[in-house]
């Protein structure tokens, strides 16, 4: 599937200002590219692939959890905003034949985070988060710190995501805890 394709594919699946979403991420990914090394290439086809899933029904997507042990099953005990990436991830490998295990991972932590994020599936993750659309408090501060290091851009993200949903008294995904601290190590390390 080259890009046109799947820009293709994803206009079909998604509204419209969650297609201009996309394609600011693609841009944004793509600078960050640019200044921070990673695959361009496999970044971009991820960057449009990554929402596909975003208007599925919730239901469908626990359905699949629970059929798919790849699949964490503990995402069933969380919020529904988590599932569009990792079942979108099994979605594109299946319905849109994409067979790059590092696609398929970019799409599928680029709302959580992980432990141990390669430099691609930080790129992403941080372009999703920063991308010129964003507006809410925060997204800026984000910004300034990616624009001196994508670490800590990527820590700048998960540490307001956290803040953010426990001021709303909402779980938090364990990987996104993994992915802080990970960050966090690695900072006192370096
Ligand atoms: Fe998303
Ligand atoms: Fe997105």
Same mark, same amino acid.
């Given at each position: 599937?080259? *890009?046109?394709? !799947?820009?293709?594919? @994803?206009?079909?699946?998604?509204? =419209? !200002? ?16 640019? /200044? ?8 971009? /086809? ?10 599925? =029904?919730? *239901?469908?997507?626990? /359905? ?7 699949? =964490? ?7 529904? %905003?988590?599932?569009?990436?990792? @079942? +979108?991830?099994? &979605? @594109? ?19 959580? +985070? ?5 430099? *691609?599936?930080?790129?992403? &993750? #941080? ?12 997204? %800026?501060?984000?910004? %300034? ?6 670490? *800590?851009?990527?820590?700048?993200? #998960? ?6 949903? @426990?001021? /709303?008294?909402?779980?938090?995904? =364990? ?7 990970? &960050? ?7």
């Amino acid at each position: 599937m080259n *890009e046109t394709e !799947a820009y293709e594919a @994803v206009r079909h699946s998604l509204k =419209p !200002a969650r297609y201009e979403h996309t394609r600011r991420v693609v841009q944004t990914a793509e600078e960050l590219c640019r /200044k921070y090394g990673g695959d361009t290439e496999k970044v971009r /086809k991820a960057a449009i692939l990554h929402d596909y899933a975003k208007y599925r =029904p919730a *239901e469908e997507m626990r /359905k699949k959890v629970e059929e798919h042990p790849e699949l =964490p099953s503990r995402l069933n005990d969380y919020g529904d %905003e988590l599932l569009h990436a990792f @079942v +979108g991830a099994l &979605f @594109v490998k299946e319905e849109l034949g994409i067979s790059d295990e590092d696609i398929i991972q970019m799409i599928a932590v680029h709302t959580t +985070g992980r432990k141990n994020m390669t430099l *691609e599936e930080k790129i992403l &993750f #941080l372009a999703d988060y920063i991308e010129p659309g964003r507006t809410f408090s925060g997204a %800026e501060k984000a910004r %300034e710190a990616a624009a001196s290091s994508l670490d *800590e851009g990527c820590l700048t993200a #998960l540490s307001q995501t956290i803040e953010f949903l @426990v001021s /709303k008294r909402t779980a938090v995904y =364990p990987d996104t805890f993994e992915a802080y601290n990970d &960050f966090i190590q690695k900072r006192k390390d370096a």
